[in-house]
Structures are given as C-alpha cells and as structure tokens.
C-alpha cells in the first residue's frame, strides 16, 4: 500500500498546515496514482482533512474527496479513508466539550456522502489517526491542540469517545464499513543496569501502547461504550525510532548491530499484538528517511514475511510516505523519507523524483514476499 501525508492540523506555532497541498499530491492526484500503479501497488492511504471539510459547524465540503475517489476508481485504486489525521476544525478541540458529538457527525456525513455516491469500493474508514501519538503530542508535549503539558490521558480519553461515537454514527448508515485502527507499534525497555522498579515501570509504559484499543474493545473504560467487534482491522504505524529505554531519550538501533538482548523483532511485536486481540494485522505506516531507506524496506519485508511464516493474518504493508514531506514545523524542511521526492528547490512538491535505491530494494522485496505467500495454503487470504 502506498500512503499520502494528508495532515491538516495546527502546528506547535499554531500554524494550520495542510500536507496533501505541500506535497503536491491533491494538485497531481491522477499522475501520483499512475506512478504507484507501475510498481503494482493498487491500495492507498488517503485523508479527508477535517479542517477542510468542514468550514463551519454542521456544514460540509465533500468535493475534493469525490474528485479523489472517482479518479481512483477510473485506475482501479482502492483508498483507505481517515477521517482525522491529527487536524481539527478551528473551533474545536479534544477537549472541547461539544467535540466528540461534532465527530460523530461528521462521521456520518461522510457515511452518507460516500453512500449517495454511488461509488464501487467497500467503504474502509480509520476513524481517528494514531490517538495514542496524538494525545502526547497535544497532551504532553504542547506540539498541537489542545497545547497541553501533563494532560495526556485527558486528551486520549476525549478522542477515545469521539473514536468510539463515530464508529457508531458509521455503522448506523452502513452496517459494512470495515474498520482500520492505526496505533503505533512500540517497545519500551528499561536501561542498563535495571532495578526492579525500572523494569515494571517499562513493563507499565510498554503496555500503554494498548490503552487506545482496550478503550474501544471494552476492555478498559467501558463507560465510553466500547465493544469488542469496533476492532475489526489492526493497524500498527512502525518506524525506526519505535523502540527506547525508559527515561532516556535513547533508543535502540533498528538494525540491532550491537545485538543487544532488549531489542525485539518487528514480527514479535506483531505476534504479541495479535496474540492480544486476535484480528487481522496490517503495517498501518512504515518509512525510514535518507540513504538508510533501501535497508529499511528489506529488512521490514523480511520481518513481514515472519509474520506470515508465523501464520499471522497479515494482510499488508503501507509506505508511509509515498511521497517525501515537509516537516510539520518547518515546511521548508524536507523528510527524505518517500518513495519519490520532492527535487532541491521546489517547496510546494511539484514534481517528483524516484529514490532508485529504495525502489529497487521495494521491487526485491516484493517479489520476496510473492514468493514467501505463494508458499502458503491459501495465497489469496491476504490480499483486500
């Protein structure tokens, strides 16, 4: 699968950033499909942009997202919908009291918007992007609304309802809609040497990672009105900065070159994660920037085909970003981190330029994990 950075949230400056405009994409959709298809990728990622969407309260613009589908549709693109990738309508919040009615709603505007349209696909919705990053980034580290300090769980708590609220605001226009959560994928280890406080309380922190699907499982917080069928599809977002020591702003190489017995396999984390809920798997977001990307994409599709020698349902893998992208707080800061960049100079992504390193690593990883699932019983199992 391929994913397009569509977030529209206010910055750490307070500046409204809208990614699906900087990196060119919304302007050069049909060409960024095409290009995709030539590596055989037909699923992608895509966003709706809530800020965008809806300009006042109650009132929606779903027509940059109809342009988006029916040219999908012309070249037989299968799209992923979030509905909120980190941004939020300028008057509202997480914390606001009128915000998870306000999600709902929306939800299902969008529900029957797609419903009217007539459109072919199987509608697949992420309600609400990676809550558990989204929630420290407002609630912890003041980076974006509600620019909080020490208010973490608050702000997960709150988009836990709305999360859950939208989902049945979905169903009850369209029972079918399937369900894609996307969590980051973490391990927390304690350091070196390790009392035992410190390796419960990396135990304790390793299991928050959970707390945003045991929310909507009904596991935890069952007043939010949780249950276990809200988890249908999983997705885990896992880059190379997703496993660290506890109380350290040190983490553990992602290659393990120094074979330190802390570190984890991407298919252990993936098995824990299914062996927790017992659904269908998908590396949700996955991407590493500069010259380390080739590496990268071969060592996450020799972890993938782990997981699928494990006889995990895993159903697939998301490059996120396809395509480079700014930086949220500096937009003349460019990732490095797609597929194809953006060239020196061009700001706005305009055009693009192939990594030929990190598409030849793809195309070998490809054909490595064709080869790895037609080895299986039921080749056909993993693919929407």
């Known amino acids: 699968m391929g994913g397009y950075e569509c977030s529209d949230q206010l910055n750490s ?9 900087e990196t060119g994409h919304l302007q050069r959709l049909k060409a960024d499909y095409e290009q995709l298809l030539s590596f055989g990728i037909h699923t992608v990622r895509e966003g709706i942009r809530w800020s965008r969407v809806e300009r006042s309260p109650g009132v929606y613009d779903f027509s940059d997202v109809d342009k988006m589908i029916r040219c999908a549709m012309e070249l037989g693109i299968q799209q992923v919908w979030d509905l909120c990738h980190f941004g939020y309508p300028d008057d509202l919040t997480p914390l606001h009291p009128r915000f998870a009615d306000r999600f709902a709603l929306l939800c299902k505007a969008f529900a029957s918007f797609y419903q009217s349209g007539n459109y072919e696909a199987p509608l697949i919705v992420t309600p609400i992007n990676e809550v558990s990053f989204i929630s420290w980034l407002g609630g912890e580290a003041a980076g974006t609304t509600p620019y909080c300090v ?7 708590y709150a988009l836990m309802r709305a999360y859950i609220k939208g989902i049945e605001a979905l169903l009850d226009v369209d029972p079918g809609i399937r369900i894609l959560t996307t969590e980051p994928l973490v391990n927390i ?3 070196l040497p390790a009392d035992e406080m410190q390796i419960e309380q990396a135990r304790l922190e ?14 935890i917080c069952p007043e939010l009105g949780g249950k276990p069928e809200y988890l249908d599809i999983l997705g885990f977002n896992y880059y190379y900065n997703n496993q660290w020591i506890l109380g350290l702003q040190n983490f553990l190489p992602w290659a393990n070159d120094y074979e330190d017995e802390r570190w984890r396999p991407l298919s252990s984390l993936l098995n824990e994660a299914y062996n927790r809920y017992g659904r269908p798997i998908v590396l949700s977001e996955t991407s590493h920037p500069g010259v380390d990307r080739p590496l990268w994409i071969r060592f996450i599709s020799g972890e993938c085909a782990k997981a699928v020698q494990m006889d995990l349902p895993f159903w697939g893998v998301c490059l996120y970003p396809v395509i480079d992208r700014p930086d949220w707080d500096d937009l003349s800061l460019w990732h490095h981190s797609g597929l194809w960049d953006a060239p020196e100079g061009d700001n706005k992504g305009e055009q693009r330029v192939l990594c030929e390193p990190y598409a030849q690593a793809l195309r070998e990883s490809m054909l490595h994990m064709s080869t790895v699932l037609s080895r299986k019983a039921e080749p056909g199992i993993y693919t929407w």
């Open 13 to 21: 400056s307070g500046q409204r950033v809208d990614l699906l405009l």
């Open 150 to 156: 020490n208010h973490g769980w608050h702000v997960k």
């Open 189 to 191: 280890v304690p350091p």
């Open 206 to 219: 390793h299991e928050f990672q959970f707390q945003s699907l045991d929310i909507l499982s009904g596991r």
